[in-house]
């Protein structure tokens, strides 16, 4: 998604050089599918030795040929010269075996999500690599330290966790573990701003950034449809239209997919002690048990024509005039936004990112109009307060609780 984001990665243009001859000299990228590919790309084309790893025949060398048509098309539109697109995939070698992987100063795991197969290979890699060889993953839901469990030298593992796709998309979460070294992740740091990347640092915590603060904006807009306080795309133009977002929460939810937004939010839902801010909506389980995914299924909140194109009632103009500035209980951008800045501070109150990074991380990741920071210190953070004590009366039952950040000062 998001693919109309300026191609910031591609300006990197060699200016991981100065890496070359350091210890990042060589990187490897394990898993050669849609995020592994992706991250070669990027790494080669700042300047790095890489190697593609995957063990299904001829996947890794499909893969270069995906880069190879990448490349040719930055290059027809005058992004790249034919030289530049030539050292790059010079650079780039495919490979079936992570066995036979040369010493490297990096390796990134891109392999499909899946505890136990990640762990056995950062176990193994661990084995084969010297000891100040980064092993990183780039895993959007698995705790660090649960990858890092069978490592030797466990503080040179942490989390590279890159969005799709990610030639295109800046952010870049760094994700670090009870016992990574802070050295590595500043070095990792550096590298990444090394790439044309932003980087952003958060602990090892469910969700990291984005894919945490995120969950209201999708929970709201579901319980304020499944309550009938107002229809799909009538939220959906509040959200747009008042809130700036790019798309509606519902839209969203659609073009994701039901089903792969329903398993992030389930497993920061689980992973939080099924904390009642992340519980699932009945909403969204039964899309997803109907098999109504959204546009890859041609009907999710909405329906699709076989070109992809929405068939969406209109918006009630009037009655989104009405929900707006009136009870936040029933105010989808209000309750919303509230919602959003909790999390965000909630974040920052526990220690495990920084105000900066969280609204960076929701700027870049998800294009939010504003950080929700930023956008609560606007409403002020008294006010968000009230209104999450608001929702509290409306809704008792623990899912509405102010963080202690927002009455507390430490944000002011
Ligand atoms: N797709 C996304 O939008 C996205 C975004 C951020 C992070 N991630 C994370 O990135 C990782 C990879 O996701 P993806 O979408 O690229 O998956 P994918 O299914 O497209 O690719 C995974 C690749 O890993 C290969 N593989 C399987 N076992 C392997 C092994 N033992 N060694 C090496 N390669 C192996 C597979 O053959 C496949 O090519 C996951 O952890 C995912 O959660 C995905």
């Given at each position: ?7 910031a ?18 990187v ?42 990448a ?50 290979l ?7 690599q010297?000891?100040?060889t980064?092993?990183?993953t ?24 890159f ?45 990291f ?7 209201p ?9 499944e ?30 997919g ?56 209109e ?31 909630g974040?920052?109150?526990r ?12 700027r ?21 307060a ?27």
């Amino acid at each position: 998604m998001d693919t109309d984001v300026t191609e910031a990665g591609q300006n990197a243009t060699n200016r991981g050089s100065d890496d070359d001859e350091g210890i990042f000299a060589t990187v490897a990228v394990i898993g050669a599918g849609a995020m592994g590919s992706g991250i070669a790309q990027v790494a080669a084309t700042a300047g790095h030795r890489v190697v593609l790893v995957d063990p299904v025949i001829g996947a890794a060398v499909e893969a270069r040929q995906r880069i190879e048509a990448a490349l040719d098309r930055l290059e027809s539109k005058g992004r790249i010269s034919r030289e530049h697109a030539e050292a790059t995939l010079e650079r780039l070698v495919a490979s079936e075996s992570v066995h036979e992987l040369p010493e490297c100063g990096l390796v990134i795991e891109a392999v499909p999500e899946d505890l136990h197969l990640k762990r056995r290979l950062f176990a193994d890699l661990s084995e084969r690599q010297p000891a100040n060889t980064v092993l990183a993953t780039n895993t959007s839901s698995i705790d660090i330290d649960d990858i890092a469990r069978d490592v030797i030298d466990p503080e040179r593992v942490l989390g590279l966790h890159f969005f799709n796709p990610p030639p295109v998309m800046a952010l870049v979460e760094v994700v670090h573990g009870e016992v990574t070294s802070p050295a590595f992740v500043e070095h990792v740091t550096a590298l990444m701003r090394a790439w044309g990347k932003t980087p952003v640092r958060c602990a090892s915590t469910p969700g990291f950034i984005v894919n945490r603060v995120a969950r209201p904006f999708y929970g709201e807009a579901q319980r304020i449809v499944e309550a009938g306080v107002a229809d799909a795309a009538t939220v959906d133009w509040v959200l747009r239209e008042r809130g700036g977002f790019p798309m509606g929460p519902l839209e969203l939810t659609d073009f994701i997919g039901q089903d792969v937004n329903l398993a992030v939010g389930t497993s920061v839902w689980e992973q939080t002690g099924h904390d009642e801010r992340y519980t699932p909506t009945d909403f969204q389980r039964r899309l997803v048990e109907a098999g109504t995914l959204g546009r890859k299924t041609g009907k999710g909140v909405y329906t699709y024509a076989a070109d992809g194109s929405v068939e969406r009632p209109e918006p009630d103009l009037e009655l989104a005039g009405r929900l707006v500035g009136g009870p936040v209980a029933t105010d989808p951008l209000a309750r919303t936004v509230a919602m959003l800045v909790n999390e965000a501070v909630g974040l920052v109150h526990r220690g495990e990112a920084s105000a900066e990074d969280v609204d960076t991380a929701m700027r870049l990741g998800v294009r939010y109009p504003r950080g929700p920071i930023e956008w609560g210190g606007e409403i002020g953070f008294d006010v968000v307060a009230a209104q999450i004590a608001e929702l509290d009366a409306a809704f008792p039952g623990g899912r509405y609780r102010p963080s202690p950040a927002l009455t507390d000062g430490s944000l002011r």
